[in-house]
């Protein structure tokens, strides 16, 4: 038995599920319950504290920060080096 849902999605989200959907022949409906059931699995078996969140949420001043860190010409550390090589 199946029910139905209804979200709304951004314009960009729902280009690219029409544009898989075309491009690999599967129906809408396969492929949002496939993705749910996916990430609800992950929810469950990964650590919350492991989770990155899909989308982050900055003030204009962390932007700001972070566009400054960007743009600096500052090495990385040793430290955080060893943490890429791990």
């Known amino acids: 038995m199946t029910t139905r849902i209804s979200a709304r999605i951004s314009k960009e ?11 690999k022949g599967v129906k809408k409906a396969f ?7 996916r990430h609800l699995r992950a929810l469950r078996e990964i650590p919350e504290d492991l989770m990155i969140p899909g989308r ?31």
């Open 56 to 86: 982050l949420v900055l003030t204009s001043k962390s932007m700001e920060r972070v566009a400054d860190r960007i743009e600096c010409d500052e090495t990385a550390s040793e430290a955080l080096k060893s943490l890429f090589r791990e």
């Open 31 to 37: 492929l949002i319950e496939e993705a749910l059931r």
């Open 13 to 23: 989200t729902k280009a690219e599920l029409e544009a898989y959907v075309r491009q």
